[in-house]
């Protein structure tokens, strides 16, 4: 990943207001498909915000798995 290779880091932090709804929306896959790009590259990955307004079980099961 460009983030790794250019800057020797492998963490990246962003605000939950830099990312798309569609991204905490289980049914699109696009989480999951973004969490596993970061797992194979040893990318370790936060978001900060406020997460009050999901109240979604299943996406609250997937904050805590995947912590």
């Known amino acids: 990943m460009t983030i790794n290779s250019e800057t020797g880091s492998n963490r990246l932090s962003l605000n939950k207001e830099a990312i798309s709804d569609d991204f905490f929306k289980l049914s699109t896959r696009i989480a999951g498909g973004i969490l596993q790009k970061f797992i194979n590259y040893n990318i ?11 109240t979604n079980k299943p996406l609250k099961s997937f904050f805590y798995a995947i912590r």
């Open 44 to 54: 370790k990955f936060a978001i900060s915000g406020d997460f009050s307004s999901y």
